[in-house]
């Protein structure tokens, strides 16, 4: 299960002034001649330009017309969100009683449930690992928030408690929209967490419209 194998032209998604990625400012301008060459020679994912990158960058440089340091560049911006697979006993946010019956059957990672989320329904779930119907939401869903950029369990179960429970949750909604689902569960819940950055979020929007 590839999880990170982005398509090249969807670069343009999160390269740009509005996301944490305006460290890659030199790109910013030349990203839609970059993807259109690539697209071109039928580069259209980034396991198919690791392939020529790895083996051949000249290639690479010839094809887009990237110089030394940009091409590093742009290989960077590629990898910036390459799928982390977490340790699941680090979900503090999970009922500890059920997290210790899902790392009893031998599911340690987020790829784990993350590959038998995707081959089984929940209630099937449910019943394979033993746990309440709501403790297999909440572990599927926290297992895909974190693969957005920089969340980890304290900022997914924020996400997740304050009705973000799926990436098509950040793919479908507004940056103030999101802002408000937030601030406004911090404030109700009297929790003590802190709302995100508008960038931050900005950034994990973006990813969220280009992950596989």
Do not use: W
């Not at 019943?127 to 920089?150: N, S, V, Y």
């Not at 950040?170 to 802190?194: H, Q």
Request: negative net charge; proline residues 3%; hydrophobic residues 35%.
């Amino acid at each position: 299960m590839n999880l990170d194998n982005i398509k090249i032209e969807d670069i343009k998604i999160i390269l740009n002034k509005d996301t944490t990625l305006t460290r890659y400012y030199p790109l910013i301008p030349l990203k839609n001649i970059i993807i259109e060459r690539l697209v071109t020679n039928g580069i259209l994912f980034k396991s198919q330009y690791d392939e020529i990158y790895d083996s051949d960058i000249e290639r690479i440089r010839e094809i887009t017309g990237m110089p030394e340091g940009i091409d590093e560049s742009f290989h960077s911006v590629l990898h910036l969100h390459d799928f982390k697979n977490r340790n699941l006993k680090e979900l503090e946010s999970i009922n500890s009683d059920a997290l210790a019956k899902v790392l009893a059957h031998g599911y340690k990672k987020s790829l784990d449930i993350i590959k038998l989320a995707s081959e089984k329904g929940e209630d099937e779930l449910s019943q394979l690992l033993d746990i309440g119907a709501a403790d297999t939401r909440k572990l599927c869903a926290l297992c895909h928030l974190m693969r957005l950029p920089g969340v980890k369990d304290t900022r997914a179960s924020l996400y997740y408690d304050s009705g973000l429970q799926s990436l098509d949750d950040f793919r479908n909604n507004t940056l103030d929209k999101i802002l408000e689902m937030i601030t406004s569960y911090i404030a109700n819940s009297g929790c003590g967490k802190s709302v995100p950055q508008r960038k931050e979020l900005a950034t994990q929007i973006a990813v969220s419209r280009i992950l596989p």
